[in-house]
C-alpha cells in the first residue's frame, strides 16, 4: 500500500467526483482522500478572497470542508453576486444580480421599480412598469472563471401575467468576448411555446433564442456561449428591444447567472 501522502497527491490530479468516487472503493483511502493536499488543489485559486467576500461567514476545519460549502450558493459581493463550485468538476459558476447589471432607466420609477420577492435568491429585483426601449447589459472578467472551460451565460427572469408588448417584436441578445462578438440570436420574450409554434418562428425568423424553465421556478434565456482560455477577457452579454416603438412591461430581472457547459 502507497503512503499516505502519495495517496492524496495521486488523488490531486484526478477530479472532485474521482475523489468522492474513491470512498466507495476503498474505506482505506477516506484520510488519503480527506487530506488538504487533495482539496487545495480542487479548489479555485483565488478561493480566500471569496471566502472574504461571502456576505454569510463561512465555517470550515478543512479543505474538503469548504470545497463542500462552496458547491452550495454563496452570497458575495455585498449580496449582488452568488458563487457556486460545480461539485463533479470544481469548475466556478456565478449569477450576476440584476443590480449588477446595466438596465437603461433603471434608475427612474417611472419605467422600473425594484422590489423584493420570496422567491428571488437576492434582496431586490428590477420590474419593468413601461418602456419602449428595452436595453440590459451585464459583463464579467474571464478571469472569475475557471480557466480553459466552455460556459453558458442565461438570462434569469421571469414574464408577469399582466406583461404586455414584450412579445410583438424579438430581442436581440448578443454575447462578445474582448472585442469580438461570439453570438448573435434573437428571442421573443413570452412564457414557454409549444414545439409547433417554435418550429414555425425558427423558420421565419432564422437563429432565434429560446425562452426555457429552470429548475428554481425561473425562466432562462441563453444569452450565448464562449470559451475562458488562459487571458483575462471581458465577456461582456445583452438583451436589446429598441426597434419596436411600442410600450412593453411585466418583464422581471433576476440576473445572469454564468456557468459551465462542459
Known sequence: MLPEDCLSTILSFTSPEDAFRSLLVSLTFRSAIDSDIVWERFLPSDYPEIVLSSVTPLKFSSRKELFQRLCDPVLTDGGNKIFKLEKSSGKKSYILSSKELSITWSSNP??????????SRFSRVAVLRTTDWLEIRGNIRTQ??????TYGAYLIMKISERAYGLDLMPSEITLEVGNQQV????????????????????SIEGNQ???????DGWM????????SGENDEEVK???MEVKGCHLKGGLVIEGIEVRPKD
Do not use: C, D
Open 183 to 202: 453570438s448573435s440570436s434573437s428571442v421573443f420574450l413570452q412564457h414557454q411555446e409549444s414545439k409547433k409554434l417554435m418550429e414555425m418562428r425558427k
Open 209 to 215: 433564442g429560446i425562452v426555457r424553465e429552470r429548475e
Open 237 to 239: 452579454m445583452s438583451l
Open 110 to 119: 417611472l419605467y422600473w421599480s425594484w422590489i423584493s420577492m420570496a422567491e
Open 220 to 227: 432562462e434565456i441563453e444569452v450565448g456561449e464562449f470559451f
Open 144 to 149: 472569475m472563471l475557471t480557466p480553459n472551460s
